[in-house]
């Protein structure tokens, strides 16, 4: 079981001006995300992994922590935009069955929470 992750990283919060990329203990919320999804790879959990994005900014910095980088279109990039219908868009060129996003905006969600998700899922999938 092949699994694709995705961190959707919009740019053009209203509420908090580039909040995916506020610092944490020295770290952008992008760039935690990003080392945990290049462990979850390491650990051979998940396949392969983007940074979803609308911002050259955004981009920049994701590849400069070692990311693919996918840019997405304007209609995608909206304040009401689901993840479902990114996800979507993702699958037509990255062919997966089974994806997993990380939010920038939780820095808090563990290593061990998401294997343990991951390891869940692969039990009940059988």
């Not at 209203?14 to 995916?20: A, I, L, Q, T």
């Not at 590849?63 to 479902?84: A, C, E, M």
């Not at 563990?110 to 869940?120: A, M, R, V, W």
Request: charged share 30%.
């Amino acid at each position: 079981m092949d699994i694709f992750g995705v961190i959707p990283a919009r740019s053009g919060s209203k509420g908090v001006k580039d909040k995916n990329i506020q610092k944490i203990s020295g770290q952008t919320l992008l760039e935690i995300s990003i080392k945990k999804f290049k462990l979850l790879q390491k650990k051979k959990l998940i396949k392969d992994f983007i940074v979803s994005t609308d911002s050259k900014l955004y981009s920049d910095l994701a590849k400069n922590f070692g990311s693919k980088v996918q840019i997405r279109p304007k209609y995608l990039s909206k304040d009401r935009t689901r993840i479902v219908e990114l996800l979507n868009f993702i699958k037509k060129e990255h062919k997966y069955d089974y994806f997993l996003t990380l939010v920038p905006t939780a820095p808090l969600i563990t290593f061990g929470s998401i294997k343990k998700l991951i390891n869940s899922f692969k039990k009940k999938k059988n």
